[in-house]
């Protein structure tokens, strides 16, 4: 038996603009970090100490990663980071704002390219700013790897091979394991685990900073379907709040514009695989 903590990010300033995010390297927000003590916080009460930690590339993950082994004091545990982990890249939507994308192009369009399992939203092209080609951190990544736009089933394809060779030799010899991850890698992660349809994984929704806990028996299957949040009540509640999110509230002005343009010059800054040319 072993035991796999699932912990996705704390809020990011994204989450919280209501931005489309994706491969976007954006950081937390203040409440994203007090999420992350929470998870600490959260993970001490029930006495879970991970042995090891994997995180994707992105700064929001890894942060939530260190700020709730912090807590926990076990900031010195061995850590591996993989862009398998990384959230679903939305494509030429990365930097979009969620509640414009829905008026413009309709609820129907918008849930599809949210949470349909096989459809992608249009690819970013190479040249757009908010593009990762270019990205340091994939320099080692032959190009065509690295994703221009992906749906779930995507998702599922490029993080099972992660699951397999990195996350299943540590359960197998009975380490916890903590995964920090994103929302839609960790769906994908759950979909496998709980072996849920390519249809029902449409309604599941993580919610932000709340530990999920699947105990596992020897063949890596979850005790419990669905694991068991550490905060159960706070997670239904954000679970709601990431399904409603790019939702008009009843009465609610509209969100302040947002073009392309804008989402280009919120870009966070970071080396380019260029910038180490030069
Ligand atoms: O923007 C994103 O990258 C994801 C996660 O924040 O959003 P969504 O929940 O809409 O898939």
New binding site residues.
């Given amino acids: 038996m072993a035991t796999l903590v699932l912990l996705r990010h704390g809020e ?1 300033v ?2 919280a603009e209501g ?4 491969w976007v390297d954006v950081d937390l927000s203040a409440k994203g970090e007090s999420e992350a003590t929470r998870g600490g916080d959260l993970l001490l009460d029930a006495d879970i100490t991970p042995d090891v930690v994997h995180t994707s590339l992105l700064k929001r993950a890894i942060r939530t990663a260190n700020i709730a082994l912090d807590v926990a004091d076990l900031l010195w545990i061995p850590v591996q980071r993989s862009w398998r982990l990384n ?2 890249h ?1 494509g030429a939507l990365q930097g979009k704002n ?1 509640a414009q994308t829905r008026e413009e192009f309709g609820e129907e369009q918008f849930m599809t390219w ?1 949470r349909s399992y096989d459809t992608p939203p249009p690819p970013i092209k190479d040249d757009d700013p908010l593009s990762q080609v270019n990205d340091l951190r994939y320099a080692e990544l032959p190009s065509e790897l690295i994703p221009r736009s992906e749906c779930l089933a995507d998702v599922v394809d490029r993080m099972l091979p992660y699951w397999y060779d990195a996350i299943v030799p540590d359960l197998a010899v009975g380490k916890t394991v903590l995964v920090a991850a ?3 890698s960790l769906r994908a992660l759950v979909k496998h685990l709980d072996d849920i349809s390519d249809e029902a994984i449409v309604g599941l ?1 993580i919610p932000t900073g709340i530990p999920l806990v699947y105990e596992l028996d020897d063949d890596f299957a979850p005790l419990k379907r669905g694991g068991e949040y550490l905060d159960p009540a706070a997670a239904k509640a954000a679970i709601e709040a ?1 399904k409603n ?2 939702a008009a509230k009843p009465g609610a002005p509209k969100p302040p514009a947002k073009d392309a343009k804008d989402a280009k010059d919120a870009k966070p800054k970071g080396r380019t695989r260029r910038g180490r040319k030069k």
Avoid: A, C, D
Wanted: hydrophobic fraction near 20%; avoid cysteine; aromatic fraction near 16%.
């Fill in positions: 990011s994204w989450n931005l489309f995010t994706g959230e679903r939305y969620k949210r994103h929302g839609n929704n990431v999110q790019g």
